[in-house]
């Protein structure tokens, strides 16, 4: 399996762990799948009231779609139309709305940004860090940016979209611009987020349902708006795949951590 599911039904949480440490939890399109599936299973599933998400190890949360699959999806020659494996990844995207909690160690970019942008909060260990390498590789940030604008201010997620594989943002950095709720000591986020999620799910769950409805509601709008668009703003900007492949194979990975 790659994607895991553990469910807690004394206090009602379950746990969706990205389980590819040795791949720093890239998703290929099989997790895909799976993530979809038990979003909408947790829908039916009473016992769960609240949710955490978390990759597998401390050196990924996720680094998003693997290179590999990635090339396995054939894409339409119409620039307005884009074939995206990870669209529906992400809770909201497949209604629930039960609260999901995402706990970060490690990388998080690129593709993750999926899944952290639909979660109500972030807990992240101090050695996260967050990235968007798009644009170092010839690829339109679309989809990651509009889900991280909901989530930080917008000269934090310019930079960060702009800046692509040369700058990472920190846990700290993180944490004192929003993106991050919870700060905690180097593989403590998985702990300090199941105690979070324990706490929601003791609370009666159409209240708490009810309460994630509104909060999303209130940015529902802009958010939808922005998402159709992001199609495409990819297909119109992304370099052809073998440029791609030429920068990913050229170029070195340094940056710089803020």
């Not at 529906?88 to 709305?97: E, F, H, S, T, V």
């Not at 593709?111 to 101090?126: C, P, R, T």
């Not at 990651?144 to 604008?149: D, F, I, L, R």
């Not at 702990?191 to 979070?196: C, I, K, M, N, S």
């Amino acid at each position: 399996m790659t994607v895991t599911v553990t469910r807690d039904k004394e206090t009602g949480v379950a746990v969706v762990t990205l389980d590819r440490a040795e791949k720093h939890n890239a998703l290929t399109l099989e997790m895909a799948r799976q993530l979809s599936e038990s979003w909408r299973e947790f829908r039916h599933d009473d016992t769960v009231r609240a949710v955490v998400v978390t990759g597998a190890g401390r050196r990924a949360f996720c680094t998003g779609i693997d290179r590999a699959a990635a090339t396995d999806i054939p894409q339409p020659s119409s620039p307005y139309t884009i074939d995206d494996p990870l669209i529906a990844i992400g809770p909201k995207a497949n209604d629930l709305w039960k609260p999901v909690i995402a706990a970060v160690e490690g990388m998080a970019c690129g593709g993750a940004f999926y899944l952290l942008g639909e979660a109500e909060f972030l807990v992240a260990g101090e050695g996260a860090t967050f990235f968007d390498p798009h644009t170092t590789y010839g690829m339109v940030s679309a989809f990651e940016t509009v889900h991280m604008a909901q989530k930080m201010p917008f000269g934090e997620v310019a930079r960060m979209a702009l800046m692509g594989s040369a700058e990472r943002i920190s846990a700290r950095r993180a944490y004192e611009t929003g993106l991050v709720s919870e700060l905690t000591e180097d593989g403590g986020a998985l702990d300090a987020a199941r105690r979070a999620a324990a706490v929601v799910a003791s609370y009666p769950t159409e209240a708490v349902q009810g309460t994630v409805r509104a909060l999303w509601s209130a940015k529902e709008a802009a958010r939808a708006q922005a998402l159709a668009h992001a199609p495409h703003l990819v297909t119109l900007g992304n370099l052809p795949p073998e440029r791609q492949a030429e920068l990913f194979t050229r170029r070195a990975d340094g940056f710089r951590l803020r």
